[in-house]
């Protein structure tokens, strides 16, 4: 079974100041991880995720994310936030094996970005 | 259409009663998900659908919760006998489903927002 732990519920930061959002997930497989965005007011929308490759992915708006298995984190980061940039952040995990489909998502993350 | 759809948006019912929740998944999408997004909670997982393929029932909490698929593209969610633990968001999600769903994008409804009283 697999598991994400995403500890802070809450980070305030001021506009133009780095951000991280941790995540750490727990699982006896391979996995597929993802980081999904819900800004205020709308559904959920994909941000970034790693299948494969290089451990380092990073989205169109200024986000990346670097899967690290010995750590088994996949913390998303940011190096200068932006007023829309405030919403909830959830990391999820599915096992990489075809035929299984089940995603678990952590319990997000509430970024509020401060003027 | 341009994304999916679910309805209602709201629901407030009394303890006791059925409510049937609707998922209008993105034309083409074989992969179907039901999730419940209960206050403080991440997203539960509920039930998933792929193409024909006999449904995952694993993630449904008790015999209340029932859902089916009809020609393979709308999805209804029905709760038996709500209860007030019922009460959560219920998000319905749809992938391409071309790998049977793994490691797809998902895109989500805007989601049902289920009061029970």
């Known amino acids: 079974a697999q598991s994400v732990t995403q500890l802070d519920s809450q980070v305030p930061v001021f506009e133009e100041a780095p951000v991280e959002l941790r995540c750490n997930y727990s699982s006896s497989v391979s996995v597929y991880l993802f980081w999904y965005v819900q800004y205020p007011n709308q559904g959920l929308q994909l941000l970034l995720k790693?299948?494969?490759?290089?451990?380092l992915v990073k989205s169109i708006n200024g986000f990346e994310a670097e899967f690290n298995k010995s750590q088994t984190s996949f913390h998303l980061r940011k190096p200068s936030v932006h007023i829309s940039d405030t919403a909830e952040y959830f990391c999820?995990?599915?096992?990489?094996?075809?035929?299984?489909?089940?995603?678990?998502f952590g319990t997000g993350t509430r970024l509020k970005v401060l003027a | 259409g341009a994304g999916v759809s679910q309805s209602p948006s709201n629901k407030v019912t009394e303890k006791g009663k059925d409510v049937e929740l609707r998922c209008d998944p993105i034309?083409?999408?074989?992969?179907l998900y039901w999730y419940r997004q209960s206050l403080g909670q991440g997203l539960e997982f509920l039930i998933y659908?792929?193409?024909?393929?006999?449904?995952?029932k694993s993630g449904l909490p008790s015999d209340r919760f029932s859902a089916e698929r009809t020609g393979g593209s709308v999805s209804t969610l029905t709760i038996q006998r709500t209860q007030q633990e019922d009460s959560a968001v219920y998000l319905c999600a749809s992938s391409r489903g071309g790998s049977g769903g793994v490691g797809e994008t998902q895109y989500f409804g805007p989601g049902t927002r289920l009061l029970v009283l």
């Open positions: 659908f792929q193409g024909n393929s006999a449904p995952d």
């Open positions: 034309s083409g999408h074989t992969a």
């Open positions: 999820a995990v599915t096992p990489s094996a075809s035929g299984t489909y089940k995603y678990i």
């Open positions: 790693y299948l494969s490759g290089s451990t």
